[in-house]
């Protein structure tokens, strides 16, 4: 059975989902008073939805002519499906409509999964920040992706 995944804005009926699935994927999860602080601050952030089932999100930051990819993850039993490239692509093109020109991230060093995604959609390693993530202690590896 095919399964068809709806992709939206996040907007405030979705934070108390997102903040549960945050406490799922991060070691340092986002509260719902710092989800609604990224929205209200004009994050960029899309959901994944398959009927009422959220699957996977994922949010960046703008700023003048850059942007960040704070977070994004896929429920376990929706990976591999394409979600987070759909998900990375969505934001892409709202960052490059927003005048961004490169997407900036950070990313686990164990975390082979999202490396490879992201060299799959383009992101160069330009560097390493070492003891970034504190739990558990790990450095991150540091991506760019130009949009233009």
Excluded at 19 to 24: D, L, N, V
Excluded at 53 to 61: E, I, P, Q, V
Aim: net charge negative.
């Amino acid at each position: 059975m095919k399964l068809t995944y709806k992709f939206s804005d996040l907007d405030t009926s979705d934070i108390e989902n997102i903040a549960s699935c945050e406490a799922k994927h991060f070691s340092d999860a986002c509260s719902e008073k710092a989800l609604s602080s990224l929205l209200a601050m004009g994050a960029i952030a899309v959901a994944a939805y398959d009927g009422d089932t959220l699957c996977g999100f994922g949010y960046l930051s703008v700023a003048p002519g850059e942007g960040e990819l704070l977070r994004i993850a896929v429920n376990e039993d929706h990976r591999g499906c394409g979600i987070g490239k759909e998900i990375l692509s969505i934001l892409h093109k709202r960052a490059r409509a927003l005048g961004c020109g490169s997407i900036f991230l950070e990313v686990r060093e164990s975390n082979l999964n999202a490396i490879g995604l992201y060299e799959s959609m383009g992101y160069t390693r330009i560097g390493i920040r070492k003891g970034f993530y504190k739990a558990p202690r790990e450095d991150a590896f540091l991506y760019k992706k130009d949009l233009i």
